[in-house]
């Protein structure tokens, strides 16, 4: 298929269910009431189903400068807990889950697509906090700090601490990455 065809074939898919989770947080504004934690969990739901479906497996996810991780953050975030945040996911089986998306075959080509699946759940989960926190601004402008507050408070756990927990993998890749690029090169000379 063109090029051409496929791209507008996404834009229609990325547009259809942007507008079918808009129409969902609507719907639960309106069906739950904008006030309290079950506006906000099917809320930040509704934003990862949609997430979910926009940055999909097939999205390459490009080498922006912002998505590499320095060496600060490395020390940084098991500081903040996200390592026993990692402990907790394996817990309660979500890892396990997971496992089956990253697909990571233990091989070169299976960093690759494993540090590509690190970078389209921190895109996708970036993007949900992002509109998760304008949602938590709209509610706030009615009076309702309550809601607002769930809605940020939901954010910390569903998607800032996923958010760190790839970076925190992706160092790890960066630095397997670097390592066995320095052996390759060694292994030639």
Same mark, same amino acid.
């Given at each position: 298929?063109?090029?051409?065809?496929?791209?507008?074939?996404?834009?229609?898919?990325?547009?259809?269910?942007?507008?079918?989770?808009?129409?969902?947080?609507?719907?639960?504004?309106?069906?739950?009431?904008?006030?309290?934690?079950?506006?906000?969990?099917?809320?930040?739901?509704?934003?990862?189903?949609?997430?979910?479906?926009?940055?999909?497996?097939?999205?390459?996810?490009?080498?922006?400068?912002?998505?590499?991780?320095? +060496?600060?953050? &490395? !020390?940084?975030?098991?500081?903040? /807990?996200? @390592?026993?945040?990692? $402990?907790? #996911? %394996?817990?309660?089986?979500?890892? +396990?889950?997971? &496992? !089956?998306?990253?697909?990571?075959? /233990?091989? @070169?080509?299976?960093? $690759?697509? #494993? %540090?590509?699946?690190?970078?389209?759940?921190?895109?996708?989960?970036?993007?949900?906090?992002?509109?998760?926190?304008?949602?938590?601004?709209?509610?706030?402008?009615?009076?309702?700090?309550?809601?607002?507050?769930?809605?940020?408070?939901?954010?910390?756990?569903?998607?800032?601490?996923?958010?760190?927990?790839?970076?925190?993998?992706?160092?790890?890749?960066?630095?397997?990455?670097?390592?066995?690029?320095?052996?390759?090169?060694?292994?030639?000379?």
């Amino acid at each position: 298929m063109p090029p051409s065809l496929t791209s507008g074939r996404v834009m229609l898919v990325a547009s259809l269910t942007t507008a079918l989770a808009a129409g969902g947080v609507a719907a639960a504004w309106v069906f739950l009431g904008r006030t309290g934690f079950a506006f906000a969990w099917v809320t930040h739901f509704i934003l990862m189903a949609w997430v979910s479906s926009v940055v999909g497996p097939r999205v390459r996810i490009p080498d922006h400068g912002w998505l590499r991780v320095g +060496r600060w953050e &490395a !020390r940084l975030y098991p500081a903040l /807990g996200v @390592r026993l945040f990692g $402990k907790l #996911l %394996d817990l309660i089986g979500w890892n +396990r889950v997971i &496992a !089956r998306a990253r697909g990571f075959s /233990g091989t @070169r080509e299976g960093l $690759k697509e #494993l %540090d590509q699946h690190t970078r389209r759940s921190e895109v996708g989960h970036s993007i949900c906090l992002a509109v998760a926190t304008a949602v938590a601004c709209g509610v706030l402008s009615t009076g309702e700090w309550r809601s607002a507050a769930w809605l940020l408070a939901l954010g910390l756990p569903l998607h800032l601490y996923p958010v760190l927990l790839q970076r925190l993998l992706r160092a790890r890749i960066q630095s397997m990455s670097a390592r066995v690029s320095k052996e390759h090169l060694a292994s030639r000379a």
